[in-house]
């Protein structure tokens, strides 16, 4: 314990302070050991997993601190977890678990065997971290101590302590792999990723400008960028340096380009569908291209004064949900049924919108036609309570434990408080993002009758979770679910949760109001704020 405790002192102080980094001398793997590893390959590749475990035992037993062994291993088992899931066979489906149970036996007995080597504490560190599991962190520590030049263990150290909750661990760790190994852009995105700095971010791309990191570091700084102008900037140079044909992130970050260029510029939607759609004939950009041209040719017809001949092009105005521009379609279509004096459907379609995802502008819409229909606000708040009661439905029962307490936590007996529901575990990525603008949002809701729970839905990941709450400071109270609740996993549909996060709005009387929802910005904090006001208050205006 004290070598390990000493282990992260002397990596932290490094990580803080300037840096003269030696390459380690390549380690030359004994010729029996490569024959096995190759041999080992040969059989995973022939779907024969258990020789193929076999050979690599065997390559590590004639080099135990042959890395790449370890790595090869650890890659077979991530694939045959992987595969498992696809099959229907419970024996294939085990088979990993019983492959797994295997190889940590193995490596307890190397432990007892090769006390001093480097590669035992490493390979296990792997395989613990490839499953995302807390025992990983001892096993690296340990590597990290006796290889303290490797930068693959520093990138799984940060991984592990961003799961621990310890964010300034986590840079400090991926700020020494990058250090180490500076031509790696991978250790070099993520340390500019974590430092939340745009031209951080600006100078990776500068430094690896054909990297596929690159384009997804433009990509992310898209995503948090503060208006359409900016956003619109930063994936015109990612178009241009990252070729949407060539780099995944730059095509997939092409349906937000057109997203932007809709609401500022729709002539150039236009233009970027056209040649997005390219001589294959791209369905989705087909799907795309008619709803800017509609979108473009209804504009005009408005402006022209020709709100009649618009009404006929309203279907083709349409976009799926989870779009950004989904509810400004919306609004546009109101406003063209206004115009031709269908104040109803206006106002219903508007409503329906606002049920569904409550944000600023589809209100002050909303607001506006309730009154040129004669509404007060009282009948507008009646309507859309209206809706939310029809589409409410009863959310499942639990009484689950709580992390660091014997007190268990009943739904039923929150009866009379809203409940903010989160579904997470620490590995999730999207989940942690998310944290923060859910954080902000209970900001607002501090002296109210608000309840704000996390379910940890993968509980081979107990052992982060209070550390997490600890180190974090977030607010919402963790529980332990459990396979008798009945509220998550493949085999119920329950809370139909198929991935993590899903996140849940349940009224004070036990109703889920608002489900299936993320949100990671402020105009997302927004929303889930009105979604909360919606169902917390009797008052007109909370639920407009």
């Known amino acids: 314990m004290k070598m390990m405790k000493k282990a992260v002192a002397l990596l932290l102080l490094a990580a803080a302070a300037p840096l003269c980094v030696l390459a380690a ?5 004994a010729p029996a050991a490569q024959a096995a590893l190759e041999r080992a390959k040969a059989l995973d590749t022939q779907k024969q997993p258990a020789e193929a475990l076999a050979a690599f035992f065997q390559a590590i037993e004639a080099d135990p601190d042959f890395l790449t062994a370890h790595d090869a291993l650890e890659d077979s088992m991530s694939r045959w977890r992987s595969a498992a899931h696809q099959q229907k066979d419970p024996k294939l489906k085990s088979q990993p678990d019983e492959m797994r149970k295997t190889v940590d036996l ?67 760790y991926m700020h020494q792999a990058s250090l180490l190994e500076p031509q ?18 600006l100078d990776f791309v500068r430094r690896f400008p054909t990297s596929e990191r690159g384009a997804q570091a433009l990509y992310w700084l898209a995503v948090k960028a503060p208006d359409d102008a900016r956003r619109i900037a930063i994936l015109k140079q990612m178009r241009e340096q990252f070729p949407p ?12 380009l057109f997203d932007a260029y809709l609401r500022v510029d729709p002539l150039k939607a236009v233009k970027l569908a056209q040649e997005m759609q390219g001589e294959k004939g791209s369905k989705e950009w087909a799907v795309r291209l008619e709803l800017a041209q509609t979108y473009v040719q209804v504009n005009q017809k408005v402006a022209a004064g020709k709100a ?38 206006a106002y219903d379609s508007l409503l329906n919108q606002h049920a569904h995802w409550p944000e600023d502008a589809t209100r002050a819409a909303l607001e506006s036609t309730g009154k040129q229909l004669n509404k007060t ?5 009646a309507d859309l309570k209206r809706i939310l009661d029809a589409k409410a439905k009863a959310a499942p029962p639990f009484n689950l434990q709580q992390y660091g307490s014997s007190d268990t936590v009943s739904l039923a007996k929150l009866r009379g408080k809203v409940v903010l529901l989160t579904f997470w575990f620490p590995g999730c990525g999207p989940c942690r993002a998310e944290f923060p603008h859910f954080e902000a949002v209970m900001q607002q809701f501090r002296n109210k009758d608000v309840v704000y729970l996390g379910i940890n839905v993968v509980r081979d990941q107990d052992e982060f979770v209070l550390p ?8 919402f109270l963790p529980l332990k679910s459990t396979p008798d609740a009945k509220i998550t ?13 899903t996140n849940f709005v349940i009224d004070p009387t036990g109703r889920i109001v608002y489900r299936d929802f993320m949100i990671d910005d402020s105009d997302g904090e927004s929303v889930v704020e009105h979604m909360i006001e919606s169902v917390l208050n009797s008052s007109p205006r909370a639920g407009v």
């Not at 606000?377 to 708040?381: I, P, S």
């Not at 996993?489 to 996060?501: A, L, N």
């Open 489 to 501: 996993g493949k085999e119920t549909k329950d809370y139909k949760v198929r991935g993590e996060p």
């Open 468 to 475: 997490f709450m600890a180190k974090t400071q977030y607010s």
């Open 245 to 256: 044909e060539k780099f995944k992130w730059s095509a997939d970050g092409m349906p937000d």
């Open 25 to 29: 001398p390549q380690h030359v793997p």
């Open 308 to 345: 009649e001949d618009a009404v006929a092009l309203l279907d083709k105005l349409s976009a799926d949900r989870s779009s950004s521009n989904a509810a400004m379609l919306v609004r546009l279509q109101a406003q063209v049924m206004i115009k031709v004096g269908q104040l109803q459907g």
């Open 377 to 381: 606000a009282d009948q507008v708040h």
């Open 184 to 201: 790696n852009a991978d250790y070099a995105f993520y340390y500019a990723n974590d430092l939340h700095d745009d031209a951080a971010s």
């Open 106 to 172: 193995k490596y307890k007995e190397w432990e007892r065997r090769f006390p001093e080597s480097v590669g035992i504490p490493y390979g296990m560190g792997v395989q613990l971290a490839g499953r995302e599991n807390p025992g990983a962190r001892s096993y690296l520590l340990k590597a990290a101590a006796r290889d303290p030049n490797n930068a693959k263990i520093l990138w799984m150290l940060s991984n592990d302590a961003e799961r621990w909750g310890d964010k300034k661990a986590a840079t400090e």
